[in-house]
Nanobody, 126 residues
């Protein structure tokens, strides 16, 4: 079993930065691939970023809407995955979820993931 706890959300202005954290417990973060998803009001949950299992090189993947602004990273010593969000826009406003899957590749589809955090709210004002 894996437990995920997100933190770091908040209210910021357009152009600001935030760093979300996801603490992974129950299994070491190095044994699973991780992803970040988000869900805006009235919209479907969507993929934001993913990072592969460390044995698979730890390469990353990003949605086009965040590429160049967001960075996903992992610190296996701290069992933590981060999402650094720069140049935030009002359209980035959403609840952000951390997700984990017992696989090498992160993937972009919700059903691929086995475990989910409770979510953290990010609100970007214009």
């Amino acid at each position: 079993q894996v437990q995920l706890v997100e933190s770091g959300g908040g209210l910021v202005q357009a152009g600001d930065s935030l760093r979300l954290s996801c603490i992974v417990s129950g299994r070491t973060s190095s044994s699973i691939a991780m992803g970040w998803f988000r869900q805006a009001p009235g919209k479907e949950r969507e993929f934001v970023a993913g990072i592969r299992h460390i044995w698979s090189g730890g390469s990353t993947d990003y949605a086009d809407s965040v590429k160049g602004r967001f960075t996903i990273s992992r610190d296996n010593a701290k069992n933590t995955v981060y999402l650094q969000m720069n140049s935030l826009k009002p359209e980035d406003t959403a609840v952000y979820y951390c997700a984990a899957k017992r696989a090498l590749v992160a993937g972009r589809l919700q059903h691929e993931y086995d475990y989910w955090g409770q979510g953290t709210q990010v609100t970007v004002s214009s």
